[in-house]
């Protein structure tokens, strides 16, 4: 019996110490310790279901970094994270600054509709206003002669001049004729000049050709005389619509040395003409010719101490 206590006591010290050496290889301190984290069943059927999900997941994961994609991605050089957040931040920065952008482009298009709903009730309010305008915009090209429509780019009061214009042709081709010996008469012309505007055009008739041509290729005589034709002609017109009164005293102001003897003598005889029925004529010229002619003169002298003026019969 000692014996087999011997025995049993040295059985009982080997299990000990292999019990100790097997709790220490477990992670536990003693024996006891190992005892204490001992599981029931419900601990170990749970700590079992986390293992075998751990497992699981494990077998996913080794799944996933066995294909292609994932294992060139881990053969890439790593990731810049500080890179990556400051992108990121920018990005962020972007997306704010494009929402601003977003809801100030909203309130313009809110407001850009509102006054697109005013500019419709303007147009409309404006529509009859637009409409008068464009008539007499219409009437006022017409008057002014710069509407398409006037084909003669005549003005209105050119228009009405021409009238007058015509009586006055009229009453100078009476005296034109006598003065050029019958050869050249005035009418009137309405044909535009180039690109200028017509209405007020005079033309001469020279009876030599047969043809009627502009005033501007008339010589310096015969300019002259056709103007003073002219100028008579007026004044007989400005009586006539004046109720009778006349214009007694008529001045001439040189012009008369670019005439020939012969249209000098038929100018003065109508000059003469004038006179003879009441009308003063006044010539102002240098042509020594007159004096033979003209009676009653003023003669203007020049000296050191000034001009004297001497009448002459």
């Not at 994609?69 to 990556?84: E, K, L, M, N, Y």
């Not at 670019?258 to 100018?267: H, I």
């Not at 203007?300 to 000034?306: A, E, F, P």
């Amino acid at each position: 019996a000692a014996r087999g206590a011997d025995e049993a006591a040295k059985r009982l010290k080997d299990a000990d110490a292999r019990l100790a050496d097997a709790a220490f290889r477990a992670g536990f301190d003693t024996p006891e310790a190992a005892g204490a984290a001992l599981l029931d069943d419900a601990q170990h059927r749970e700590l079992q279901h986390r293992l075998d999900a751990r497992q699981f997941e494990e077998a996913a994961v080794r799944a996933v970094l066995a294909e292609d994609d994932t294992a060139a991605a881990a053969r890439q050089a790593p990731a810049d994270v500080a890179a990556a957040l400051f992108a990121a931040e920018a990005a962020d920065r972007r997306v704010r600054e494009a929402a601003s952008a977003r809801d100030d482009a909203a309130r313009r298009c809110t407001e850009i509709d509102r006054l697109s709903a005013r500019c419709a009730t303007a147009v409309r309010r404006l529509a009859p206003l637009r409409a008068a305008y464009d008539r007499v915009a219409r009437m006022a090209g017409l008057a002014a002669g710069t509407s398409a429509d006037n084909e003669r780019k005549m003005r209105l009061e050119s228009y009405v001049l021409a009238a007058r214009l015509e009586q006055v042709a009229a009453a100078a081709t009476a005296r034109l004729a006598r003065m050029s010996s019958g050869r050249y008469t005035l009418v009137h012309s309405d044909g535009r000049s180039g690109r200028g505007r017509s209405g007020l055009g005079l033309h001469v008739v020279d009876a030599w050709t047969g043809r009627e041509r502009d005033t501007a290729t008339l010589s310096g005589g015969e300019t002259f005389f056709a103007s003073l034709a002219l100028a008579l002609g007026l004044a007989d017109v400005v009586t006539d619509e004046a109720g009778g009164v006349r214009l007694d005293t008529l001045f001439i102001d040189e012009g008369f040395g670019s005439l020939d003897d012969q249209t000098l003598d038929e100018v003065l005889d109508v000059l003469d003409s004038l006179r003879e029925r009441d009308r003063s004529v006044g010539i102002v010229s240098h042509v020594a010719d007159l004096r033979r002619r003209v009676h009653a003169q003023l003669e203007i002298v020049k000296g050191r101490s000034g001009s004297v003026v001497r009448q002459r019969t």
